[in-house]
């Protein structure tokens, strides 16, 4: 089993940046493939970014490319997600997963979830 929290979220102005940690436990963080997904007022859950096992490939989400950067410190059991500039449609509470199998830019491919971090933007 895998268990992973998030943390890093808060209330901040359009503009400003954050940092979100996910710090997993209960496997070799190293064998997994991770992601970030968000789920915004009234809509469902969707894709952010995803990182490879040994962080040499990621992906994101046409929304936030140039915006958000996705890391993984593999020695420290933790996922990141730098998320700059940031706008009032990015408010959205932010899960991080992860996956045994590739890091697939799709909620269906990762098992294991975080309680979700809130970040809202205000204009």
């Known amino acids: 089993q895998v268990q992973l929290v998030e943390s890093g979220g808060g209330l901040v102005q359009a503009g400003d940046s954050l940092r979100l940690s996910c710090a997993a436990s209960?496997?070799?963080?190293?064998?997994?493939?991770m992601g970030w997904f968000r789920q915004a007022p009234g809509k469902a859950r969707e894709f952010v970014a995803t990182?490879?096992?040994?962080?040499?490939?990621?992906s994101y989400a046409d929304s936030v490319k140039g915006r958000f950067t996705i890391s993984r410190d593999n020695a420290k059991n933790t996922m990141y997600l730098q998320i700059n500039s940031l706008k009032p449609e990015d408010t959205a509470v932010y899960y991080c997963?992860?996956?045994?199998?590739?890091?697939?830019?799709?909620?269906?491919?990762?098992?294991?979830w975080g309680q979700g971090t809130q970040v809202t933007v205000s204009s």
């Open positions: 997963a992860a996956s045994t199998y590739l890091a697939l830019p799709s909620q269906d491919y990762y098992p294991y």
């Open positions: 209960g496997r070799t963080f190293s064998t997994l493939a």
């Open positions: 990182i490879s096992r040994s962080g040499g490939s990621t």
